[in-house]
């Protein structure tokens, strides 16, 4: 017997792939806070909280969103901490090197 594929859900919620579906167009806007709550008929925010909690997928992908955000702040501070640095002689005379082939 051949299994077949349920999108079963809890009563008055979206099917699995729905929500995967709308959790992950919106993703970004979630993690930045950017959904908002005021605005009458918006629940985009409640499906994806919802949708995250119970699935490992979308849950792990929320998790390299929010960690590659962090690393992104981390590198910009760097680089603008460095902006007012000069390079060295030694990256200079490899970069020439790199250039001139």
């Known amino acids: 017997m051949a299994a077949s594929?349920?999108?079963e859900s809890p009563a008055g919620a979206l099917p699995e792939a729905a929500?995967?579906?709308?959790?992950?167009?919106?993703?970004?806007?979630?993690?930045?806070?950017?959904?908002?709550l005021d605005v009458p008929g918006s629940a985009v925010r409640e499906i994806i909280l919802g949708h995250i909690l119970y699935c490992p997928g979308?849950?792990?992908?929320?998790q390299q969103v929010r960690s590659m955000r962090v690393r992104l702040r981390e590198l910009g501070?760097?680089?603008l901490q460095q902006a007012d640095e000069q390079p060295s002689a030694e990256?200079?005379?490899?970069?020439?090197?790199l250039l001139a082939g």
């Open 19 to 36: 929500d995967c579906f709308i959790s992950r167009l919106h993703l970004h806007e979630y993690v930045d806070d950017e959904l908002a």
């Open 91 to 97: 990256f200079r005379a490899r970069v020439a090197r």
């Open 58 to 62: 979308c849950m792990r992908l929320e």
């Open 5 to 7: 594929l349920s999108f």
């Open 77 to 79: 501070d760097r680089l």
